[in-house]
């Protein structure tokens, strides 16, 4: 070997190794990338990579076609495996078990937002919700911009819609809360400062129902989707959309509302 080539060969081993073919994001996973630019860098077939080295473990290749075991012991792969659709034109009422945006891998949201509720105190902003109409201030986690997201909602609200609707959505029942979800081991998404429920006066929730002789909820919503469409624009999904319905809960989860994991309405024209 000439010693140009013996310079070029150490040269190259001592360059980052190349790709590995294939070991790119999955497509799904290219929507955790796109929504969070402040705390998830990048990532390979295998995990989500965050931008402090953490790394969030893709599929754990468990088979998921018990509803019980997906939504009790999902991985983050399952979180985006049903398409959430935006809007007013959405399937109502929701096909048995579909809930895009009510599976989800707490090890994810604990490396995001907290995992401790003194953790996620920590990193806890105010929100001035829609002040103007019989709100009030509430917390919500600055990680992520979640909080300004909020806030934007409530500005959107205060000045595209009516009173009546204002003044229903100012009604908040609660936002951080650290705790599991009432009569679950699973952890809530108020524990990590990034759900809302408004609007109690109008809200339905699948568990406030007796399920009929065939073990179905019967779906009912109330709520006014001119709000829900607000809150869907900065990144919120609604509780309304879940076989399990909860119309008073909005989370942010704009993983759900990121091409290719939103199902985007067709619009002819
Ligand atoms: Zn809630």
Redesign the pocket.
Known sequence: MTGGLLLLALVLAAAAPPPVPGDTPPPTMRCFIAAYPETVCGGSADALALCDGARIPWDDGRDKSDFDTLLNAPDLQDTVSMRYRPGRDYASPPPLNFEPGRIRYVPFFEALYGATRAEVKAKLAPVRWLLASGGKVVQMTRVNGVAAALQRVSDDIERELPRELRELAAKCS?TFVWREIHGTGRR???SFGV???VGVARSDYWDWTRPDKDGRYRYRNRFPLEVVEIFERHGFVW?GKWYHF?T????YRPELLTPPCVDTPVTTP
């Open positions: 609660g809530s998404m108020h759900a809302i429920d509780g909860d008073m809960h909005f989370e």
